[in-house]
Every structure is written in C-alpha cells, then in structure tokens.
C-alpha cells in the first residue's frame, strides 16, 4: 500500500527553514511556472521574467527564516516576486512618462469587456506597455495598491500614479479595440 501523498509548499516550509536543498528544489517545481505568470506581468520579456524568478526563489530561500505565518506561505513567496519585480525596475527605471492631471481628467474614462480576452492576449498587451505604465498598473489593477503605496514604492507622487494608471488604460484600452477590430474583421471576410 503506497501512503505517500503530494507534497504541498506549506509541507516544505519546516524542510526549506533546515536549508533542505531537496525541498528548495521541490519547491521550485511546485510554483516556479505559477509565479513566473506573476513576474511576466512586470517583465517587459520572457527573459527578464525568468531573471526576476530566479532571483525571487533565492530571496525566498534566504529570507525562509523571516515567514512568521501570519499569511499563507504561497501568498509570502508572491510578495516577494512583485518586490523582486519593483526592485528590478526601480534599478532599470527610465524617465516616466507622466501626463499632467488636467489632461487625465478631462480624457473621457472608458471601460472595456475582458470576458472575452484570452489571459495570454492580456499579458501581451500589459507587456507592450511602458515600464513605469506596466508598473503602475499591476500594482494598482492586479495587486491592489492604493497610489500612495504605489507612489512610495516608486519613488512617484500619488497623482504621478493616477496618470500613470489612467494612461495604461487609455493605451490598453486603444489595442484591445484595435485586436478586436483585426478579430472582428478576419471574422467577417
């Protein structure tokens, strides 16, 4: 009779806090695919999502000691990957594209449908973005950032991330209406 089970991460944790080298492995197979999803959303590439991966795992092994268990552990690990990713841009970080906040308030805001947006169509277009306007919108869309985080974490004013926000969206807004445009036309030809 086989008793093994699957390991889960929060399985590993009491191993990985003994410097187990198996269990950094096991947890690098475990969630290396899933949390390179969530560094290709700040990567402008493949290749700078898997150096923001790699450098994330070897935070999370050297700072294992420092989980308190106040979340989950996974949850820890995600954290650590959006601030590998934030690191990585403040260090690469060109000159922001800001746009004055007159401007932003008087742009007619728009929404869009995603239901019928492919993730992977999503991630593309996020990935065309500027870095400082994909920065600001991961944070801000996906992670939950209120702008005064943002703007802490970027070194940026609060309305500094509003415009940066407000211009994603126009700009995602203008290619998701343009892809389904080039859709909608394959669709009726």
């Known amino acids: 009779m086989n008793l093994s089970r699957k390991l889960t991460v929060d399985d590993l944790l009491f191993a990985l806090k003994k410097n187990d080298r198996r269990a950094q492995e096991q947890l690098y197979k475990l969630l290396a695919s899933k949390m390179l999803g969530v560094c290709m959303r700040y990567a402008k590439d493949t290749y700078e999502a898997e150096d923001m991966l790699q450098m994330g795992f070897v935070k999370v092994f050297k700072k294992v000691m420092e989980f308190r268990g106040d979340g989950s552990f996974?949850?820890?690990?995600?954290?650590?990957?959006?601030?590998?990713?934030?690191?990585?841009?403040?260090?690469?970080?060109?000159?922001l594209n800001v746009v004055d906040m007159d401007e932003v308030y008087d742009a007619p805001q728009t929404t869009f449908d995603l239901n019928s947006l492919e993730t992977k169509d999503l991630l593309k277009l996020i990935q065309q973005l500027s870095s400082g306007y994909r920065m600001v919108f991961n944070l801000y869309a996906i992670e939950g950032y209120s702008h005064k985080e943002i703007g802490e974490q970027l070194g940026i004013t609060e309305g500094a991330s509003k415009s940066q926000l407000s211009r994603a969206r126009a700009i995602l807004k203008e290619k998701l209406m343009k892809m389904e445009g080039i859709k909608y036309a394959n669709h009726v030809g």
């Open 74 to 95: 996974e949850g820890w690990i995600r954290r650590i990957m959006v601030n590998t990713a934030i690191e990585i841009y403040r260090k690469n970080q060109r000159t």
